[in-house]
């Protein structure tokens, strides 16, 4: 079980916009926008392509934006692209008294019909 | 440009261990931290800890700890990470990822290397 919760897949036809949620709590998501989601292709490693929450980094295209609300962060992908087909990946740096983290969410496959 | 360059894939026994490098190029290896992710098949992304380059400081999750290290070598700008104790549900792609001092996103990330843990 991970430690944020994503919905496993979500779909959308070329043009469309989706959203994908990322629900954690106040030690991680809530407490620090330190938010940041990856794209994965099938047998490639992930892409970093929203950081802080918001920021997107050089070269990823400004259809992908990133937003909060309490415990979750959300991506957004809009004019959906068949290249966008791919598997995401929220994280946030989470800390307890003790320890520090950094956890991700399960992962969304994303399906463009 | 930076690059991540991971070593090669491995097989190995259940109890044996296994060490994968990771050698960075294109920055100063010791001004960012070094992070280790996996992924088992099919599965999600795990973290595993980290290393500081410059001071070879750790954090380890609280999953790995007393069985991975994490080192380094400055002098070919390199981090290692060994997993001791393998088990068949080690099976699975572990990653690299550059991450700031701070960590609050992994910017980069090398290729993978399958660790494939068979008896």
């Known amino acids: 079980q991970s430690a944020l919760t994503q919905p496993a897949s979500v779909s959308g036809s070329p043009g469309q916009s989706i959203t994908i949620s990322c629900t954690g709590t106040s030690s991680d998501v809530g407490g620090y926008n330190y938010v940041s989601w990856y794209q994965q292709h099938p047998g490639k490693a992930p892409k970093l392509m929203i950081y802080?929450?918001?920021n997107r980094p050089s070269g990823v295209s400004n259809r992908f934006s990133g937003s909060k609300s309490g415990n979750t962060a959300s991506l957004t992908i809009s004019g959906l692209q068949a290249e966008d087909e791919a598997d995401y990946y929220c994280s946030s740096y989470t800390s307890s008294s003790t320890l520090e983290n950094w956890v991700f969410g399960g992962g969304t496959k994303l399906t463009v019909l | 440009q930076v690059q991540l360059v991971q070593s090669g894939a491995e097989v190995k026994k259940p109890g044996a261990s296994v060490k994968v490098s990771c050698k960075a190029s294109?920055?100063?290896?010791?001004?960012?931290?070094m992070h280790w992710v996996r992924q088992a098949p099919g599965q999600g992304l795990e973290w595993m800890g980290r290393i500081n380059p410059n001071s070879g400081g750790t954090n380890y999750a609280q999953k790995f700890q007393g069985r991975v290290t994490m080192t380094r070598d400055t002098s070919i700008s390199t981090a290692y990470m060994e997993l001791s104790r393998l088990r068949s549900d080690d099976t699975a792609v572990y990653y690299c990822?550059?991450?700031?001092?701070?960590?609050?996103?992994?910017?980069?990330w090398g290729q993978g290397t399958l660790v494939t843990v068979s008896s």
């Open positions: 990822a550059r991450a700031t001092i701070l960590s609050t996103h992994f910017d980069y």
């Open positions: 802080e929450v918001s």
């Open positions: 294109g920055y100063t290896f010791t001004g960012y931290y």
